[in-house]
């Protein structure tokens, strides 16, 4: 099947099944915040540097960090690179289920309200292979061909 090999053709279609919403809850989580802050950060690249640079710079985070209060204030910048050789060779992200319609389309997704409507989507656009993702993370799960 595509053992070694990415199991979404390039620019293909992917179905996120997740609930999608933003909850960040203080101290730990603060630093996804700054992700999150500028509607520009995920998709930009400049921004997302010059939001990174800023969190660096943010010696509040880094003590809360070092107080093991919060999470390292980069570490949503990370989380997100680690997203990117992913990202790169997809065309549309469909968060299926997802109750956050804003977060989803800052961060370059499209929102659909159910798995159903997700695939319906998908299809629509030519999708004739489509990779599922499930949170937690399960693996991938390959509808029709």
Same mark, same amino acid.
């Given at each position: 099947m595509w053992r070694g090999a990415f199991p979404i053709r390039e620019g293909g279609t992917a179905i996120l099944l997740h609930d999608f919403q933003r909850h960040f809850p203080t101290p730990t989580q603060t630093p996804y915040r700054r992700l999150f802050a500028d509607p520009r950060? %995920?998709?930009?690249?400049?921004?997302?540097?010059? $939001?990174?640079? %800023? #969190?660096?710079?943010?010696?509040? $985070?880094?003590? #809360?960090?070092?107080?093991?209060?919060?999470?390292?204030?980069?570490?949503?910048?990370? #989380?997100?690179? +680690?997203c990117d050789p992913v990202l790169s060779r997809l065309g549309n992200v469909l968060v299926a289920g997802c109750r956050d319609a804003h977060a989803a389309?800052?961060? +370059?997704?499209?929102? $659909?309200?159910?798995?159903?409507? %997700?695939? $319906?989507?998908?299809?629509?656009?030519? %999708?004739?292979?489509?990779?599922?993702?499930?949170?937690?993370?399960?693996?991938?799960?390959?509808?029709?061909d």
């Open positions: 950060t %995920a998709r930009d690249p400049t921004a997302l540097r010059e $939001a990174e640079a %800023a #969190a660096l710079g943010d010696a509040a $985070a880094i003590t #809360a960090y070092r107080e093991g209060r919060a999470l390292h204030p980069l570490e949503p910048f990370h #989380a997100w690179a +680690g389309r800052q961060l +370059g997704f499209v929102p $659909a309200v159910s798995p159903g409507v %997700a695939l $319906a989507m998908a299809r629509s656009s030519g %999708a004739k292979r489509i990779g599922f993702l499930m949170s937690p993370p399960y693996f991938p799960l390959v509808v029709g």
